[in-house]
């Protein structure tokens, strides 16, 4: 069977889909990651407790539970899919402007429960997004569909990265917070100009859609193999999830300001990003998702690396734009590989609700162990804790020999359907 030409796969409405979804996806997030630790930091909270924060994102490892409730009912008018979006993207708006109304000093349990509120109605925008994107998409536009989406994803993370730190220095916090709610309304607007997908059959009970996703999972695969994909989800981003878990504070420790790490430090990512996603969803058309994972992998270890080599340069802003390009090209290759392997693994007819419970395992050295950086660092200092880092990233490389053997040959699953 000949490889379909890469162009005339991208410059597609399905990839134009993927491009919008996946910027209000990676939003909600980089928030939470980049933009909330900044303010803590810039208001003088102590590191420990920034650290801890990222207790806040267990929603992202929990989602799993709530999904078969999206993947069964529907909310009125919009659909099944639609519906949710757009409930969930509202909410999302009015949180994250809601937010910088508040004191870090003086209303710190606030802070928390509008924090965790976000990563709530974030993660169940995931849900349906993922699902939304996966029922689109036939299974040769997978990893040039996840790529673009993967690449969408990391350039909204220059929004409360870049642009809102830069604001910072200029505007009070609550008109920056705003600013960046408003990032919101091209997600808003797509929910309502796309069609909904026609699925077969969706599940006919609450039952079903709790208990088929997991039986049919693991029946497909057997228990022992089951396992393993499982273990190999958890782990494979883990290294690379922990090393970048305090990334603008361990810029602003090495003596950076708000508007040089705006400026240098994101922007210096936003073309290897680009470059690194599409030639991820490029050469898998012609690599194929396994060999990719390999590949991209191997360059997303080095790319750690690189933030221990820049520990020991300390301020350099040379230093510093290499070692943030390089990471986001091995960042954007491994992890559009990673989900493309996500999607490839979910079936069509439980799509919500497996997508879910993968990409919420994924999320666990997110939220658990990225609560323990801040401690890790205060004990080792920035440049041992990366070395950390890249150890802990060899255990998922490994895993490949079961999951994803290099030369496999995996079979095609059902097509999922595209929106009429």
């Known amino acids: 069977m000949s490889t379909p030409d890469w162009k005339q796969l991208l410059f597609t409405r ?29 208001e003088h ?14 929603p992202y490892t929990w989602k799993f539970v709530w999904s078969p409730l999206m993947d069964r009912f529907s909310l009125p008018h919009l659909g099944r ?12 708006l009015a949180i994250i402007a ?12 606030t802070i928390v429960t509008f924090a965790g509120l976000l990563a709530f109605f974030s993660a169940s925008q995931d849900i349906v997004l993922d699902a939304y994107r996966r029922e689109i998409l036939s299974e040769v536009e997978l990893g040039l569909g996840n790529s673009v989406f993967v690449n969408a994803y990391r350039i909204a993370g220059l929004v409360p990265g870049a642009l809102s730190l830069i604001l ?10 705003l600013c960046t709610a408003l990032f919101m309304l091209p997600g808003v607007i797509l929910t309502l100009l796309v069609k909904e997908p026609h699925l077969s059959r969706p599940p006919a009970t609450l039952r079903e859609a709790v208990v088929e996703p997991f039986h049919e999972f693991m029946t497909r695969h057997g228990w022992q193999t089951a396992l393993l994909i ?36 994101k922007n210096a990512g936003l073309w290897p990003s680009v470059i690194g996603a599409l030639l991820g969803g490029i050469w898998m058309i012609k690599l194929g998702i396994n060999r990719a994972l390999w590949l991209f992998g191997l360059v997303q270890l080095g790319s750690i690396l690189g933030f221990a080599w820049l520990a020991g340069r300390g301020a350099d802003p040379l230093a510093l734009a290499a070692v943030i390009s390089f990471e986001a090209l091995g960042v954007g290759l491994g992890t559009a590989a990673f989900t493309a392997f996500i999607a490839r693994t979910t079936h069509p007819r439980y799509t919500a609700t497996q997508y879910a419970l993968f990409t919420s395992l994924a999320a666990v050295p997110r939220t658990v162990f990225n609560s323990m950086t801040g401690v890790l660092v205060s004990h080792l200092g920035w440049q041992m804790f990366f070395w950390v880092c890249a150890l802990l990233a060899i ?3 490994l895993l490949l020999f079961k999951v994803a053997p290099w030369n496999a040959q995996v079979p095609q699953s059902t097509q999922p359907a595209k929106p009429a």
């Open 395 to 397: 255990p998922g490389m």
């Open 98 to 109: 809601g937010t910088g109304l508040f004191s870090p000093t003086l209303d710190i349990w």
């Open 168 to 177: 910072a220095d200029h505007l009070a916090w609550s008109q920056v917070f």
């Open 81 to 92: 899919r639609r519906g949710w979006m757009l409930l969930t993207q509202c909410v999302l």
């Open 14 to 42: 399905r990839m134009a889909i993927c491009l919008v979804s996946g910027f209000s996806s990676g939003l909600p997030l980089y928030i939470l990651i980049n933009l909330v630790p900044a303010w803590l930091k810039s």
């Open 230 to 265: 499982l273990g190999f989800i958890f782990l494979y981003k883990l290294g690379d999830s922990m090393a970048t878990a305090l990334a603008t504070p361990f810029y602003l420790d090495l003596g950076f300001s708000k508007s040089q790490i705006g400026l240098i430090a």
């Open 45 to 58: 909270v102590d590191l420990k407790t920034i650290g801890f924060f990222a207790l806040i994102q267990f």
